[in-house]
Structure formats: structure tokens, C-alpha cells
């Protein structure tokens, strides 16, 4: 995959949470939400001259933000910057 984004935007995979609950409760599927934070997979040239976010940081971002694409057969997120609400350490 060679995909670089451009502006103020950056590539996202999501994370997938666990499909059960604390309590042991097994979640199916389609009552799970799509996941609202993701691995950094790459970065515009105007985000990385930031340095804010690099790749590889794990970012939490806003619900209905972001645009699905698919490269080689897997899911990513091209989100704007703005979207981005927090990286977690």
C-alpha cells in the first residue's frame, strides 16, 4: 500500500475493541459501534512539519468524522486533523 494524505489530514486504522464486557457478556457483531480510536498509519507533509501527530500514535477521534476507504483489502479512516480529538499515551 502507498497512500499518502494531503493537507491537514492523516491515515487511520481502527482498533478494534473487545467483543465482550466486563462481566463476561459476549457482544455480537452488528450491536457493536465502529470504534473511535485508531493507529496512525500515515501522515500529509503539513501534519508531520507539525509534529503533533506522527505515525504510529494511537488517536481518538469524533464519531461521525472522517471518510472509509479500502487499500488492499483493508479498512481505513482518512480523517482531517481537526477531527482528531486526543492522543492516548
Known sequence: MNFTPLGQRVLVKRVEEEAKTASGIIIPDNAK??????KVIAVSSEVAEDGEISKDDTVVFAKYSGTDITLDGEEYLVLNVDDILGIIK
Open 33 to 38: 459501534e465502529k470504534p473511535l480510536t485508531g
